[in-house]
């Protein structure tokens, strides 16, 4: 900034009448700072509360899970049910291994 534009912000400044404090301003701000402290009388969040701020994370997870149950559907084509039932059948052991 240069010098004659700081002077002439300066002057202007000086121009305007200071601002009136009401009566008992300093008393009104240490009353709101003292009763703006959390302490033990605070009261614990609701049920309510405490369901929406969990409800962003359950919907997410229900989402994810639909998501892989769509996509396993996708890519396993066809029957899930008679596949696994085949896949069963040939991992665990045949009834006739005696």
């Not at 300093?26 to 929406?52: F, H, K, W």
Request: glycine share 6%; net charge negative; charged share 15%.
């Amino acid at each position: 900034m240069k010098e004659a534009k700081h002077k002439q912000l300066m002057t202007a400044a000086r121009r305007v009448l200071p601002i009136e404090v009401p009566a008992g301003f300093g008393g009104d701000v240490l009353r709101a700072i003292c009763n703006d402290q959390p302490g033990p009388a605070t009261s614990a969040p609701s049920m309510t509360e405490q369901l929406a701020a969990l409800f962003p994370r359950l919907a997410a997870a229900a989402l994810l899970v639909i998501v892989a149950a769509v996509t396993f559907e996708y890519f396993a084509g066809g029957d899930v049910t008679s596949q696994l039932t085949e896949a069963s059948d040939q991992w665990l052991l045949p009834l006739d291994w005696l």
